[in-house]
């Protein structure tokens, strides 16, 4: 089965500890503990296949248990992975959660960040025969860069979700990207980071869309900006000669009434079922693609997890 969907990311072994509250410097606590997939590269393909398009994972993986388990979970869901071999541990995250589910986070990176150019250039033909390529920034920003470039130099629709806000990028990487999406917090960081402009996350949402347009203009000239907004919805801006189909420059859809259990993960969701849906239907206005990513999403907050809670829903169950 050829992809037409390549993801280009980071997987890591989630270590789960729900605790009353957050261990203090110095504290021992205990904890109801459970482990699970994660990274948004891995939860951004799981939702790109469930979305009902073929997928290919790119990756690298430690020779370790943590390994073994992103391929038995890839086998299971039904997406190709395609993964170098690092002699460093599969990445890791130790999360803690509170009763009020605030969480401390530490990443190990480990193989995610030795994931190079090198394997990519290996990867040329699988990036080129996608319909799109999705990356986003945990993993070794001139690797994602050769990937976006190889894919955009093929003609490849290229998508990438800047998250963390905290990762390293560069103008020369945004505009690598047909379409960017960033969170609200990510959005901030990447025009106060490349433009100069300073923004509180928490205000984007209530900007009138003029000017979010022209703050997403200023940010990457020609490409396609969507900022996910959570609870809000999204939030979609286009250079007015490239409208992918739809009919205004900027718009809102408002985020679908859900009963959300956990909104971990909605971003990947996010993400994953737009690509699947691109991916499906190329010709279709952009509105289209944006509408159900939107449900897609809404969907996966009401169960709780990342990768585990993304829904089986694609745009033939519209
Ligand atoms: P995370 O980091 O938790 O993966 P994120 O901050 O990257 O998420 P958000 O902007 O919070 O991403 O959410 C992505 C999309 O998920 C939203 O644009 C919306 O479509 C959907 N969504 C998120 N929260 C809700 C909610 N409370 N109700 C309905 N839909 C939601």
Known sequence: MSSSVV???????????RCESLPAPGATIAGRYSTGPGGKGFN????ARRAGAPTTFLCALGDDAGGAMARGLADQDGFA?????????TGTGGIYVDARGRNTIVIGPGANAALSTAYI???RSLLGGAKVVLAQLE?????????????????VTTVLNAAPADAPSSIGLLKLADILTPNETEFAALLGRHVGERIDADDVAALDGASLHALCRKLVGNGTVVVTLGAVGVFVSHAEETLRGDTQPYYRVGAEQVQVADTTGAGDAFNGALVASLAQDPDAAFARHVRFANQFAGKSTEKEGAAVAMPHFTPADV
């Open 7 to 17: 993801v280009v990311g980071s997987f890591n072994v989630d270590h789960v500890w």
């Open 44 to 47: 951004q393909a799981v939702a």
């Open 81 to 89: 992975l395609s993964a170098e071999a690092s002699t460093e541990p």
């Open 121 to 123: 250039e290996q990867q």
């Open 139 to 155: 993993s070794p920003v001139e690797t994602i860069e050769a990937a976006l470039a190889i894919a955009r130099d093929a003609g």
